[in-house]
């Protein structure tokens, strides 16, 4: 009897340490993780109608409305003006479906709760400082539009990047979904954990091969980019770790998000080294009575390099040789201020070389101008038994060619003068 007595006393001892060890890590260790867990919508759900900044692309394009109380005093929901064209970056924000995107990883911000939007002064420490964040990005709406325009229904992806600095301009995948159907209370609305199309530019890796009809360049870049397959570090929630290699051996296929091919193809521009992409350019503070233009304070992100990717000595070398490709190619961009300027490709195909089906899927990348570029674009389009794989290219023209016209489209920001930016 006394026996039992000991074992089932050191049984509910062992039981309530495991129980404590679980309430701590739940409690503490892990508590931070949790918060922040994609399935986990209280947080949202808590959010929703309370006041809250706007999302704005650089170009002055309202991404997210403000929200707040109307003037009977309803909460009002979060908006979504231009639906699907900014939902894998902007994200959505709803009391069932919770947060991603944008909306998700400067949430502090937004709902002015960050230390540097809630306290700006001694007072702000003992009263509600009445501030929200507009979170203001490195996208472009002109080019946004043009990326969505020249990938047409296509699936797959076109990421425009400035070398020098790691700011994403524009960034398309498709399929995209309409943010506005996820932030619905009602029965029936979308909930967390629902099946969304994943955001091809930066969170699914490819299969990738070079094309040797275009000489070397596309085999040497693939090879640089696959030195460092890890994630690139952009300001948005969910992307991959990184991939291996397929396979084994020099002649595999590499497996590269979209993204990743365009932090590549800028580090050839910026003379090896990678700059980390971002599309948070600053946040604004400012109180919930004054309009989003008129911040209190601003706080910008500053461009942060993230190691070597490619040898100083063998990047003009390789930059050479892609333009050569561009020039076999006859990939040449619209005039900017009346001047014709070249560019920069390397190029090729999905899957492994030796696979027949008609139904291959083509990469690109594209720098311009290629003497001194100032634009890196990635173009990924996934499988289709349209495109013209028998030009001996391997349906990488069509990708050169969506490439250009994103660059185009970019370049021209660079043609109008500071000042006469919005």
Do not use: C
Request: charged content about 20%.
């Amino acid at each position: 009897m006394r026996g039992r007595i000991i074992r089932l006393t050191v049984a509910l001892a062992a039981g309530f340490a495991v129980l404590l060890v679980q309430l701590t890590n739940l409690g503490f260790v892990s508590a931070e993780g949790l918060r922040n867990h994609e399935l986990n919508t209280r947080a949202a759900a808590a959010a929703v109608g309370n006041p809250r900044g706007a999302i704005i692309s650089a170009d002055g394009e309202v991404l997210a409305l403000p929200i707040g109380h109307d003037d009977t005093g309803r909460r009002l929901l979060r908006a979504y003006p231009h639906g699907p064209l900014y939902a894998h970056t902007v994200g959505y924000l709803g009391p069932t479906a919770g947060a991603s995107g944008i909306e998700r990883s400067y949430d502090s911000e937004l709902s002015g709760t960050a230390t540097g939007i809630a306290v700006q002064e001694l007072a702000d420490l003992f009263t509600d400082s009445g501030r929200v964040g507009d979170v203001v990005l490195t996208l472009n709406h002109g080019v946004q539009l043009t990326a969505r325009a020249a990938l047409g229904d296509r699936d797959g992806a076109v990421v425009v990047i400035d070398p020098a600095t790691g700011a994403v301009i524009a960034m398309w995948s498709r399929p995209s979904f309409d943010p506005d159907a996820l932030v619905s209370p009602a029965p029936g609305a979308v909930r967390a954990g629902a099946r969304l199309p994943v955001a091809r530019a930066y969170q699914r890796h490819y299969a990738l091969t070079a094309d040797e009809s275009f000489g070397t360049a596309g085999a040497e870049f693939l090879e640089g980019a696959r030195r460092k397959p890890g994630s690139t570090g952009i300001d948005l929630p969910g992307e991959p770790d990184g991939a291996e290699p397929d396979g084994s051996g020099d002649d595999a296929p590499v497996r590269l998000t979209p993204l990743q091919l365009a932090v590549a193809a800028a580090s050839i521009a910026n003379e090896g080294m990678r700059m980390r992409p971002h599309v948070v350019h600053r946040v604004d503070s400012r109180s919930t009575e004054g309009e989003p233009s008129a911040p209190d304070t601003s706080v910008e992100s500053a461009p942060r390099d993230a190691g070597r990717l490619f040898e100083t000595a063998g990047t003009a070398g390789l930059l050479a040789r892609m333009t050569a490709a561009a020039q076999q190619a006859a990939i040449s961009l619209a005039p900017t201020e009346g001047v014709a300027l070249p560019a920069a490709i390397a190029a090729g195909r999905l899957g492994d070389p030796s696979d027949t089906d008609t139904r291959t899927g083509s990469w690109a990348v594209l720098l311009a101008p290629a003497d001194a570029p100032t634009v890196a674009v990635a173009v990924l389009i996934e499988p289709d038994a349209t495109l013209d794989i028998g030009n001996g290219r391997g349906g990488g023209t069509l990708a050169t060619m969506i490439a250009a016209t994103a660059a185009e489209a970019a370049l021209a920001l660079r043609a109008v003068p500071e000042s006469d930016l919005p």
